[in-house]
């Protein structure tokens, strides 16, 4: 039996063990949830894109029980940017990441301001602020595959990275996507790095 057959299995064994999630769609900067009542809050790529990331913050900690741990990714003024291009002098051949990372970099200036790539954020501070105590950054990687451009190019409207490409002019939308399905097939693996900062609401 694949993995592939045995998927769905798998996912009725889980859905059995597991208590039902219930999902619910809200402003991150005003929750319509009780104070005090979460044991983890967890934020993926949403705090640097928000209007005022400090006010997203303030609701994570209101919502946790002391003692409860908020943690989030996205962008921080304290995260390396050493993996940019250009940045490192020993890397010869640009990676499918950087080259990616170049051309959001090149096409953000035809953005509106404030446009959808969101503001650069310094996590300890935000935390900080918040009150949030035991402050940790630990950092993930992933690896993706792509075994053509025309994937890379679905996968990018698939997620944040479309809000970015929806904002840009016409003209420079389609000049973004030539650019994209021109990449060169060297490198077919996409590695991207995350901070994970975390901190806890005292008590
Ligand atoms: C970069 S995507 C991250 C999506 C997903 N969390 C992930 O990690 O793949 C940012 C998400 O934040 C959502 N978002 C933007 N403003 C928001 C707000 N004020 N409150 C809640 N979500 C918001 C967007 O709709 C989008 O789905």
Redesign the pocket.
């Known amino acids: 039996m694949t993995a592939v057959d045995a998927a769905p299995a798998m996912i009725e064994r889980l859905a059995a063990d597991c208590p039902a999630a219930v999902t619910h769609?809200?402003?991150?900067?005003a929750l319509r949830l009780p104070s005090d009542c979460f044991d983890l809050v967890a934020?993926?790529?949403?705090i640097h894109?928000?209007?005022d990331p400090a006010a997203?913050v303030a609701e994570a900690y209101r919502v946790l029980v002391p003692g409860g741990r908020f943690a989030f990714?996205?962008s921080s003024a304290r995260q390396s940017n050493s993996h940019r291009p250009g940045k490192n002098p020993t890397i010869q051949t640009p990676s499918l990441g950087g080259l990616l990372d170049a051309l959001f970099e090149e096409f953000a200036a035809y953005l509106h301001p404030n446009g959808s790539m969101?503001q650069v954020v310094d996590a300890a501070d935000l935390l900080e602020e918040a009150g949030f105590v035991d402050l940790h950054k630990d950092r993930a990687e992933v690896a993706i595959a792509f075994p053509d451009n025309a994937m890379l190019w679905r996968w990018a409207l698939s997620?944040?990275?479309r809000?970015f490409i929806e904002d840009l002019p016409e003209d420079r939308r389609r000049e973004f996507h030539h650019r994209v399905m021109e990449l060169p097939a060297d490198d077919r693996v996409l590695r991207r790095t995350t901070g994970i900062w975390s901190g806890r609401k005292p008590g």
């Open positions: 769609v809200m402003n991150a900067q934020s993926s790529f949403v894109i928000l209007d997203g990714t996205g969101g997620h944040g990275y809000a």
